[in-house]
């Protein structure tokens, strides 16, 4: 369906795209599990494929968004997860390929659930809350230019 609607889009821009891209691994105590239960899943194949799976969506998703968000425009990136695999390297991955956007420091939000690169980061432990990730995203003005030469 996401993609149904994004492809709907490409000939139209958007100033802000919010993605809460899907992430339930079972890697996490938010699931119920706990103690020996954890450290089971971690290490069963099959979580360790379904993660595989959800990063590979990830990627689809945001490449998605790539086209739809115009100069200037924000894209958020969000999950529900705090595996690096679905967060920081994903945001990583996608900064390398697309030079068109840049990562923005979160704001308006306490600053300890920020790190040092500006993603924003609630760890159950600190919080209270629910583990979750985001980060912000912006698209350099005049950077359809540099989409159309890459």
Do not use: W
Not at 126 to 134: E, K
């Amino acid at each position: 369906m996401a993609k149904s609607f994004l492809l709907g889009l490409r000939s139209e821009r958007i100033q802000f795209a919010l993605v809460r891209a899907g992430c339930d691994t079972g890697l996490r105590d938010s699931n119920g599990l706990t103690g020996r239960d954890v450290a089971r899943v971690q290490s069963s194949t099959a979580v360790l494929e379904r993660l595989k799976e959800l990063v590979a969506l990830q990627e689809r998703i945001l490449e998605a968004c790539t086209s739809v968000v115009s100069s200037g425009g924000c894209l958020v990136y969000s999950t529900c997860s705090l595996e690096p695999e679905e967060n920081e390297d994903r945001i990583s991955a996608f900064l390398e390929r697309h030079p068109e956007f840049e990562l923005e420091s979160s704001s308006g939000v306490s600053e300890s659930y920020v790190d040092e690169r500006g993603q924003l980061y609630v760890l159950p432990q600190d919080s209270g809350f629910d583990g979750a990730f985001a980060a912000r995203l912006r698209k350099r003005s005049g950077s359809e230019r540099l989409e159309r030469q890459g």
